[in-house]
């Protein structure tokens, strides 16, 4: 898997593998994080690549401290899987 690499600037996740690029877009508020965009090439879906953008989108707001609304369906079915984020989600998922 490539480096995943963070532009702040552009708030915005990004990789490209094999010459194809993939990304994860957010936008900020004051002590939230909000997903509201996975793209990812067709020729790289099942490859773990939307995985690694969610992941780390996710590692950056627990370090920065911010709460996760996961706007972006990608994300939020990947959070129903994944719980060991339920602590920086917003609101905690349902049943949980």
């Known amino acids: 898997m490539a480096a995943i690499d963070h532009d702040e600037r552009h708030h915005v996740f990004h990789t490209e593998v094999d010459g194809h690029r993939a990304y994860l877009h957010y936008r ?6 909000t997903f509201v965009h996975t793209g990812v090439a067709p020729e ?7 995985s690694a953008l ?3 989108g996710l590692d ?7 709460k996760v609304v996961p706007k972006c369906p990608f994300v939020a079915a990947w959070l129903k899987r994944h719980h060991e984020y339920d602590d920086i989600l917003l609101t905690p998922p349902q049943g949980s």
């Open 54 to 56: 969610a992941r780390a």
């Open 44 to 50: 790289l879906e099942g490859r773990g690549v939307g």
């Open 60 to 66: 950056h707001a627990r370090a920065a401290g911010l």
């Open 28 to 33: 900020l508020a004051p002590g939230i994080i």
